[in-house]
């Protein structure tokens, strides 16, 4: 990574790949899931059948663009070919300036609020900034206008746009129980009923906001129980947290369960050499 990337987000990176890893990895996943919240970013989505097609990819994709970013970035050559990715990916999906903005800045805030509830620590003030400062470049480099915001313009953004836009729609049912499906495949066929129930339960107190609970169709979890589940996390995260730091969260082309044999960047996104 170049000294101009590790001075305007380095902080960041080393939260997001090394110590708080596990966190942010759960936390991107929410934010993943916010987008079925907006019926004008989730109608799209859901029309262009990639997701109903192929959901686990189209999540672990999504996080491959953000975590080669991050842990290359900008200015390196799989940086900017995963910058391409998302001019190309986005270059005439219908949706507002706003739409688009939110779906930016969700992987902003959502992560970081929950790190912040239910984490092991809470961010630094020079994480919380390397963080905002990080996705106001992604923002430019991908052709947003107004790009460039600090972590608490962030959350008043996307909680304007909440209040204006969240409901429940059928494409983001349809989206949100195409992904869970895939989450659970690996759960055995007679308990996936129960264990949809317990994960649309989870996220909902993980994401600790009700009005998002109710426009993706999860339970409203009270907020003393919502609160009662991120200390039983936190309290977890810091007895398990020995020899985290020396962990990285992600090494590029990576195998995983979508990935078995690792990926090439040309196999990342929507009809991608695969």
Known sequence: MSEADETLFGSYRRAVLTDLGTDFRLGFKLAYFANFASPAIA???????????????????????????LTNGFDSERGARMVDLLR??????????????????????????????????????????DAARFHSRLGAEIGLDDAEVTYAEAVAFCRRYEREHLRRSAAGDRLTASTLGALLASVPAALRPLADVVARFGLSALLGDPRMARALGFPVVPVPVARVVAALRRAGRRRGRDGLEARIAFTSGEPSR?????????????????
């Open 43 to 69: 109608a799209p989505l859901d029309a262009s059948s990639e997701i109903a097609r192929q959901p686990m990819r189209r999540a672990k994709d999504t996080s491959i663009v953000v975590y080669e970013i």
């Open 88 to 129: 190309r990916v986005h270059r005439g999906v219908p949706g507002s300036a706003d739409d688009y903005r939110y779906v930016l800045l969700t992987l902003l805030v959502i992560p970081v609020r929950m790190v912040d509830r239910s984490g092991p620590r809470r961010l630094t003030d020079r994480e919380r900034a």
């Open 258 to 274: 979508t990935y078995p044999a690792g990926y090439r960047l040309d196999e990342i996104g929507p009809g991608a050499d695969r």
